[in-house]
């Protein structure tokens, strides 16, 4: 009797896990389904990181077991600033010193959490959900007054859903801020069955896009920033592109289309719609959210169904398109333009886009968890995108749960030309190098 | 033939008849009202077709969630405990931080209150007998007493 119970519990969970595993095997790892499949270059093994990578490239672990690594940012002089989601032992922001295939952590500091952090004219920038801080740096890049930051912006909008305050600067001394749509779809009562999309979304007012502020002005305000551009859900992953002097960002497309209208898409179509994409911005652009979504199969902006859409009516008539657009709900957190020296001649002002892997795929399997590199050529993304660096989640099986082991967040370069990610889930810090 | 046992024998295939098609009623109605193991493994099997279409896709297939955004539904007392407590997150949602084991989480919660008190029930029934938690079943009686008596919006 008591066995009997047991099965009949167990029963389901053992069906679930045979589902995920039956899909797992069925698309060999990450989802590719026409369109969405997922281009890679010729993996080779490297030095023991556990990544797969490019001919000729190596990856190593030169620090793990950080806490919540989010953005990161290398000095001239190669040391290396991190921000970590939660502070740990009441330190937010941690300074590493490198020697050879190692950093050690020097010193830690800022009490706050947060995700950006940014190393420009003598000044780190550091963001908690809802301030900008900066530090003084002496000429070795290192912080004069750890305990003593200048409040740059404060009071920005935080309600727990994209709370994450992305950072960058610009060449004229302009600080762009993201500050995320605190609701997946605008809807009345957000993620509800059956509610509809506000009209004129309130949200945009004070969120859903990128503030700009002066970057040495102290105690900004939303009115003393300018909405630089709108429509955005979600950004975690910009960076100033140096060739266009042009901000590009990485937008978090919307969630649970199947959940929320399963008759107009089925779970297969949900786990790769919308786009994940990329906008190269101009002041005063909108993106579109919540209006309209991105379908990369149909290369159409689509009206949200929360606005009246069917999966099918074109929408965003006065939203600009994306310049690439990759699957859905990949999670882009980190992007940079690689102006180094160091790797192949393609690699030159190309963007690397750090993916932290998808959970809105459900009951699909997982994909994401991957660095793709994006061929630019005279400032416009050129050719396919390709995985760059793969194998951060660990098994197959790992992707397809969601249960990675390690997942990519933020990108930064050396001096050098190397190339950095971070890890989120267990604090690890990569450096990849080439050699010939 | 013995005419003194007729009315026994009718009285018996009478009540026999009574009770199967009582049966019969109680099994399609699903009748979670005893926990018997007739009743769990019907309102457990309906529970999981319930979790596949509404839950799934935030709490995850093994139910262990999305770090920092959607909580795991495994091994807490937000689950495993007070049952009104669990009753009201389906039915007002869940819009507040939450720390389980030292992780936060962040993402908001709908409120499911579209669903009826049968599947409300047995999805929650389903989740506290999956995944390696074990605890009692609850009713459709039990969710409609508390959504009685449940602040309106």
Known sequence: MKNRKLLSALLPVAAIAAFILFNACKSGGPANNGKDSLNTTTPTADGGAGLKLPAGFNAAVIADKLGGTREIAVTPQGDIYVKLNRAKNGKGILFLHQEGDKATVKTGFGTFGGTGVYVKNGYLYASSDEEVFRYKLNAQNEVISPDQPEKIVTGLLSRREHEAKAITLDNDGNLYVNIGAYSNACQVEDRKKGSPGQKGCPILDSAGGIWQFKADKLNQHYGDGVRYATGLRNVVGFDWNQQNNQLFVMQHGRDQLHDLFPDMFTTKQSAVLPAECMYALKKGDNAGWPYMYYDQEQHKKILMPEYGGDGKKEGGQDAIDPVAAFPGHLAPNGLLFYTGNQFPEKYKNGAFIAFHGSWNRAPEPQAGYFVVFQPFKDGKPSGEWEVFADGFAGTAAQTASGRAEHRPCGLAQGPDGSLYVTDDNQGTIYKITYKK | ?153
């Open chain 2, 1 to 153: 033939m013995d005419f003194k046992k007729a009315p026994i024998i009718i009285f018996a295939s009478v009540l026999f008849t009574v009770t199967g098609l009582q049966a019969q009623t109680r099994h399609k109605a699903k009748a979670p009202v005893k926990h018997t193991t007739v009743g769990l493994k019907a309102s457990i099997a309906a529970g999981q077709k319930v979790f596949a279409q509404y839950c799934v896709s935030c709490h995850q297939a093994d139910a262990l969630g999305v770090p920092h955004m959607n909580p795991p539904l495994v091994k807490t007392t937000y689950v495993l405990g007070d049952k009104t407590k669990l009753i009201k997150i389906v039915l007002n949602g869940f819009n507040e931080d939450v720390e389980i084991n030292g992780e936060t989480y962040s993402n908001s919660m709908a409120s499911h209150d579209f669903l009826k008190d049968q599947e409300i029930a047995d999805v929650l029934t389903f989740v506290r007998n999956s995944f390696g938690n074990k605890a009692s079943a609850i009713t459709a009686a039990q969710v409609k007493a508390v959504r009685a008596t449940n602040k309106k919006s």
